[in-house]
């Protein structure tokens, strides 16, 4: 077992972002700047309406979720390869829901470009799946454990699944909205802190969305992932994912199977990381690792800024040429 261990950790679009000035991080705005340039006409974002997102909780609720996907895979290829350059590496990488994408870039897996046409494949794909399953959408519990929200779930019956388990008493489920209230209206009887709906129109990590499968699949088989620079933890089972092909079997399920993110930072622990990195500006995934494994330490975003700056940077993000680099080291 490695000792003294850095797992890099990707947030999902749609989880709560803390306000926050990325232009005390110094020399992030520039990174931002030349990422949207790579990317010219497939993102409407502009440096300004990043700032502003980040910024303002209510400039962020103004995106379209569209938007909200480019931002949430842009910041995190950013905010990763800002903290390597300041002389931390990940040991291991821990991608949470579509934080996959990011997570993939991160690990040299796809290049800058692939990962972001892969992400928006995935997610138009979804769409396209859920326009025939109106009434849909995801909720989450705090407060009660997993056994007891399945016995709720079996009791109410209907179409609800449990999606997500994120710690011992954060349950999230996905299914038909009018079902998903009784479970949540039974959870907070039964004693719950909270039971609400999320601001999410798809029942994501469910059965429900099984038919996406193929669909992503015949994009994802006609990229050319790499092996994983350093192993990847699968938020679907926990499989430590180090082939290309693994990688390429975990992109065409993420979408449609329960996470289990409890059990996949125990994994990471177990393996022996003892620090956690989280690569995108939600507070989320910060705040549970606090919570549920107190031992570690944990960086968000808001401490970059103590970071020291290596003098010889890797390539990764070394302005417009770093993007051109890993580009080209990943062509077939």
């Known amino acids: 077992m490695t000792v003294g261990s850095t797992a890099f950790v990707f947030p999902a679009f749609e989880m709560k972002y803390a306000s926050y000035d990325i232009r005390q991080l110094e020399g992030v705005v520039d990174l931002f700047g030349e990422a949207l340039a790579r990317l010219g006409r497939a993102s409407s974002l502009g440096v300004d309406r990043v700032i502003a997102a980040y910024g303002a909780a209510e400039r962020y609720a103004g ?12 910041g995190s290829c950013v905010l990763a390869d800002y903290v390597r350059r300041r002389g931390m590496t990940p040991n291991w990488i821990g991608p949470y829901s579509m934080g996959l994408f990011a997570a993939l870039y991160a690990a040299r897996c796809v290049s800058f470009e692939e ?13 396209q799946v859920g326009r025939h399953r109106q009434g849909y959408g ?17 009791a109410c019956g209907g179409e609800v699944f449990l999606s997500d388990e994120m710690s011992d008493k954060v349950v999230i489920l996905s299914g038909k909205r009018v079902e998903l209230d009784r479970v949540l209206e039974k959870a907070r009887a039964d004693g719950a802190f909270q039971g609400k709906m999320l601001n999410v129109e798809l029942p994501y990590h469910s059965e429900i969305m099984q038919e996406a499968e193929d669909l992503i699949a015949s994009f994802a088989n ?16 926990q499989k ?16 449609l199977r329960p996470l289990n993110w409890k059990r996949t930072v125990e994994v990471l622990v177990e393996r022996g990381v003892n620090r956690f990195v989280e690569c995108g500006f939600c507070e989320n995934l910060s705040k549970l690792l606090k919570m549920s494994a107190k031992h570690v330490e944990v960086w968000h975003p808001k401490r970059f800024h103590k970071l020291g700056v290596r003098k010889s940077a890797p390539s990764s993000m070394a302005g417009a040429e770093a993007f051109s680099a890993s580009e080209n080291a990943f062509e077939c």
Request: proline share 3%; aromatic share 4%.
């Open 115 to 127: 990962g972001f046409a892969l992400m928006n494949h995935v997610c138009q794909t979804a769409h």
């Open 222 to 237: 006609r990229l050319c992932f790499k092996d994983p620079e350093c192993p990847i933890v699968a938020c679907t089972d």
């Open 63 to 74: 995106l379209t979720d569209e938007e909200k996907h480019h931002l949430c895979y842009i």
């Open 138 to 154: 995801m909720g989450s519990v705090v407060g009660l454990s997993r056994r007891r929200i399945e016995e709720i779930v079996r």
């Open 240 to 255: 430590i994912l180090r082939t290309a092909e693994e990688v390429r079997r975990e992109v065409c399920v993420n979408v």
